[in-house]
């Protein structure tokens, strides 16, 4: 990836939806809600993890979480992620309609994400659509 | 061949499929039935039902499930392991045993019943003796809110279960013990595993995580391949297949709808998960990133590899403690401009609180149909929508205020925006709110007082 002299550079990046390329189940613990992203093949892992930091997800949920953790699975092909104080105090105090965070599986999905073109192609419905 | 234990799952939760039980014992061999009832939440409503009724306080849905099958769990030696016993597992057990002598089982039904989790009389002894009982995820201590507490029940693992089935009990029936260890304690008992053999525990312990939300690892909730997911309508709750070595298959009785597949299983795996290295329960500490699953055969999946680590010495509690009220209502806005009208409704409806004065902790507005469950994310609201549903909750701590809020929703009908219905419903419930506060005690204040008794219809 990093282009460096006598190593190849991968051609440009297209960025692919989530929705594509996983897929995954939340639920609760009290205020926090977890996302298990699940790769839908092995081989896309890696490039899941890389991708997909706690940052990033910070970034995507901002204004609707306090703090993101991760932790990997590559047994699973999978992450995890805790989303702190994303579900309005949860149980029974939470006014949400998804007060146990059974959604945000979902939400996560939404996330784009750089793959190599090939990855795209494969595993996007549209190959030509423009990402 | 050597022994293969059969655990099926008939309940992921209380309000689960009732066919599911019935069609797990009819539907193939199986050794035991796992009904699992209890959730943070519905902790806190039982708690409730027992407080306004001192006979009630369990699942009372579990009592005909149990009528339906008991000829047939009788005549085939199937056994069956619930915490449907809630806040209160001696109602629950009676009202079992009533339901056998009515069927002409009396003298052939042995209910193991499984008490001493719940510990809201020793509260404060517990306190005096130093176990702080601190909100886990808070730090705070108990004495925040020692007055509002309704009750307290530490979790119990697999060991009273293990007691009971030696005790020859035919369905054990418990409160707070743990989802996993209403499958954990078969396992132990069927295949003689040491209760310090940490990677058994664990893999034990796993089996009951994935079988313990029921079809939720069988094709329900599926999001992979959703749409090639066939026959729902007779979803075939999961069943586990281990053997005495921790290995063990995932499977269902053939026939049945759903699918069992890795990517069913790992999304039951990762749901609710914190840190996969560390599922802690009263038995053990599963490692989840040791589990290894492989499909063996249609609806069969093999899972092995799976490593442990001793228990803790504390126990988890679920402390229910009253916080106030809360009420929640709705209104549907249609196209045109659906979002909009929704939005003004929302704008005048707060306007209208404020002039009164009323104050409240929380107030959360929702357009369903927009962003209620994505937020921002969702983007921007479509112009075009064929209706918007306004959703607004509020939380107070006093009573009066969230009961006004619950008489300024239905004058919008006829004073806010147009094109408004849907509140065939009437006035939102108001609803006391009955919080949840985790917490940890030393298992020695805690097992001493753990009782098995066998009762006999």
Redesign the interface.
């Given at each position: 990836m990093r282009g460096k002299k006598g190593k190849r550079v991968d051609p440009r990046p297209v960025l692919v939806s989530l929705r594509w390329l996983t897929h995954a189940r939340s639920g609760d613990k009290g205020n926090t809600a977890n996302v298990g992203l699940i790769a839908l093949e092995p081989d896309l892992y890696p490039l899941l993890a890389r991708a997909v930091t706690a940052a990033r997800v910070a970034r995507h949920f901002r204004g609707m979480v306090s703090r993101v953790e991760r932790f990997e699975l590559p047994n699973l092909h999978a992450l995890n992620f805790l989303l702190h104080d994303a579900l309005d105090g949860g149980g029974t105090i939470s006014l949400k309609t998804d007060a146990q965070g059974k959604v945000y599986s979902t939400a996560l999905l939404r996330m784009e994400i750089p793959v190599p073109p090939a990855v795209a192609r494969r595993f996007r419905p549209r190959p030509r659509a423009r990402a | 061949m050597s022994k293969v234990v059969r655990v099926a799952a008939g309940q992921g939760f209380w309000g689960d499929w009732l066919e599911a039980p019935f069609r797990q014992v009819k539907g193939g061999p199986i050794d035991y039935l796992m009904m699992d009832y209890l959730a943070?939440?519905t902790m806190?409503i039982l708690q409730k039902q027992r407080s306004r009724d001192p006979a009630a306080g369990y699942a009372r849905d579990f009592v005909p499930a149990m009528e339906r099958i008991l000829p047939d769990i009788a005549a085939k030696g199937i056994r069956v392991t619930s915490n449907a016993g809630g806040m209160n597992p001696r109602g629950c057990a009676d009202a079992v045993l009533a339901a056998a002598r009515r069927l002409g089982l009396g003298g052939k039904i042995r209910v193991g019943l499984v008490t001493g989790d719940d510990i809201l009389d020793r509260l404060d002894e517990l306190l005096a003796r130093g176990q702080e009982l601190r909100d886990m995820?808070t730090g705070r201590p108990l004495s925040d809110i020692r007055d509002r507490v309704r009750s307290a029940n530490a979790y119990l693992g697999m060991a009273p279960v293990v007691e009971a089935l030696r005790g020859g009990a035919d369905i054990v029936i418990t409160g707070r013990v743990t989802d996993t260890g209403l499958t954990l304690g078969p396992l132990v008992h069927e295949l003689g595993w040491r209760p310090d053999a940490w990677d058994r525990i664990a893999a034990g312990t796993v089996a009951g995580h994935i079988i313990e939300c029921g079809a939720q690892s069988s094709g329900g909730?599926l999001?992979?391949d959703w749409r090639k997911v066939r026959g729902l309508e007779r979803v075939g709750f999961p069943i586990v297949e281990a053997s005495a070595d921790g290995t063990f298959v995932v499977t269902k009785h053939p026939g049945t709808g759903g699918v069992v597949s890795v990517?069913s299983v790992?999304?039951?795996?990762?749901?609710?998960?914190?840190?996969?290295?560390s599922y802690i329960t009263p038995d053990g500490i599963a490692d989840?990133?040791?589990?290894?699953?492989t499909q063996v055969g249609k609806d069969r999946v093999r899972v092995s590899?799976i490593t442990g680590a001793p228990r803790t010495p504390m126990l988890k509690v679920s402390i229910a403690y009253f916080?106030g009220y809360?009420a929640?209502g709705a209104l549907v806005y249609a196209w045109p401009d659906a979002h909009a009208k929704a939005k003004e409704a929302d704008r005048v409806l707060r306007a209208r609180l404020a002039d009164l004065g009323l104050e409240f902790e929380?107030?959360?507005t929702?357009f369903?149909g927009a962003d209620?469950?994505?937020?921002?994310?969702a983007g921007p609201p479509d112009p075009a929508a064929p209706e918007v549903q306004l959703?607004v909750?509020?939380?107070a701590r006093d009573k009066a205020s969230v009961e006004r809020f619950t008489r300024e929703l239905a004058p919008l009908v006829l004073t806010g925006p147009p094109s408004v219905t849907g509140f065939a419903g009437g006035r939102p419930q108001v609803e006391e709110?009955?919080?949840?506060w985790?917490a940890l005690v030393d298992r020695l204040e805690i097992e001493p007082g753990v009782r098995v008794e066998i009762l006999t219809a």
């Open positions: - | 943070e939440v806190s995820d909730n999001l992979k990517a790992t999304e039951q795996l990762v749901y609710e998960m914190g840190d996969p290295k989840f990133t040791s589990i290894r699953l590899g916080y809360k929640v929380q107030m959360v929702e369903v209620a469950t994505h937020g921002r994310l959703r909750g509020v939380r709110i009955v919080a949840y985790p």
